[in-house]
């Protein structure tokens, strides 16, 4: 089974609807990440949590917010949908706790604004 | 303005040569490198990394180099295989930011049999 999951895998919806994307993790990793990739651009950073009560913006927020209803899980809601939030999105989990320094990803959610 | 370059979109070599992949970086705290591989329809897996103590670290066909005086890393891989054809993201880190990552845009490397 896979350590970080990401449902769903692919999502069309339409401008102005609320979605929620949800990101699981069976590592026990205290840090989670959302990140979001679009073409040439690489991996920008969206929000993290370091711990369930700990909530972080990254870089581009604007138009996310986020829920960590417990350790293993990290949600990743958009309000009011946009067409230039077509992108692929990532959750991620790190334990600076054990040593780690490196981030282990999910296998990402396509979405497709309209 | 972008703190983690990698000036080469995309790389081909010939399967058993060697590929050498480059980032760049401006910040200087940045104390944790690590090199991401990237499949269509998957997420980035982690490959390597390398602290700013070493200059250098190994792991069976892969290695990266650090150059801190230029803000440079490498990865080389030998021999590459058709199998590494995917994309490869440099990320980097610090203590100071509590070790979140900022990323290059990736390059594609496509090796051909």
């Known amino acids: 089974d896979a350590d970080v999951t990401q449902t769903p895998r692919n999502r069309i919806t339409k401008t102005g609807k609320r979605i929620m994307l949800e990101c699981s993790q069976t590592k026990g990793h205290d840090r989670m990440y959302w990140y979001r990739q679009d073409p040439g651009l690489g991996l920008r950073l969206i929000y993290y949590s370091f711990d369930v009560k700990d909530i972080n913006k990254g870089e581009i927020s604007d138009g996310y917010s986020v829920s960590r209803q417990a350790q293993a899980k990290f949600s990743l809601s958009l309000e009011s949908a946009i067409p230039n939030q077509t992108a692929l999105y990532f959750c991620?989990?790190?334990?600076?706790?054990?040593?780690?320094?490196?981030?282990?990803f999910g296998p990402g959610t396509r979405l497709l604004v309209l | 303005d972008q703190q983690v370059k990698q000036n080469s979109p995309s790389l081909s070599v010939q399967e058993g040569r060697i590929s050498i992949l480059n980032c760049d970086y401006t910040?200087?705290?940045?104390?944790?490198f690590l090199w991401y591989k990237k499949y269509p329809a998957e997420g980035p897996t982690f490959l390597i990394s390398i602290s700013s103590i070493k200059d250098k670290n190994e792991d069976g066909r892969f290695t990266v180099f650090l150059n801190k005086s230029a803000k440079h890393l490498s990865l080389h891989i030998v021999p590459s295989q058709p199998g590494d054809s995917a994309v490869y993201f440099c990320?980097?880190?610090?203590?100071?930011?509590?070790?979140?990552?900022?990323f290059g845009k990736g390059t594609l490397l496509t090796v051909n049999p």
């Open positions: 991620a989990t790190s334990d600076l706790r054990q040593g780690s320094k490196t981030q282990y």
């Open positions: 990320a980097a880190s610090s203590e100071g930011s509590n070790y979140k990552l900022t």
């Open positions: 910040n200087s705290m940045f104390d944790y």
